[in-house]
């Protein structure tokens, strides 16, 4: 299973930024993809999570109303749309793959596999 991110890069507070996740090497029908973040010096934490039916769409605190996640189950791509951007988004946002059901969850002891992520900096 391969996960690669891309999308991130360095904008403005305020600003808007659409990460995208291509997963690949699986042939499971359910799965969840996890969106998470990890700032420097910080512990990683989730952000939002997407699955392949309908399993909710949660995300964390920080972020709701602001960001927006959705998947492309055809070409098992998910996004993660970035708006308002502030300084306390910035980090390293990854993806990750939950095999096997359509339920989402914010836990990523829960998720398999990772990929290597991509930067987000907000600043002006």
């Known amino acids: 299973v391969q996960l690669v991110e891309s999308g991130g890069g360095l904008v403005q507070p305020g600003g808007s930024l659409r990460l995208s996740c291509a997963a690949s090497?699986?042939?499971?029908?359910?799965?969840?993809i996890g969106w998470f973040r990890q700032a420097p010096g910080k512990e990683r934490e989730a952000v939002s999570c997407?699955?392949?039916?309908?399993?909710?769409?949660p995300y964390t605190d920080s972020v709701r109303g602001r960001f927006t996640v959705s998947l492309d189950n055809t070409k098992k791509t998910a996004y993660l749309q970035m708006n308002a951007l502030t300084p306390g988004d910035t980090g390293v946002y990854y993806c990750?793959?939950?095999?096997?059901?359509?339920?989402?969850?914010?836990?990523?002891?829960?998720?398999?596999?990772w990929g290597r992520g991509t930067q987000v900096t907000v600043s002006s």
């Open positions: 990750a793959v939950l095999p096997r059901t359509w339920v989402c969850t914010l836990n990523p002891l829960m998720f398999d596999y």
């Open positions: 090497g699986f042939t499971f029908d359910d799965y969840a």
């Open positions: 997407v699955s392949s039916g309908d399993g909710g769409t």
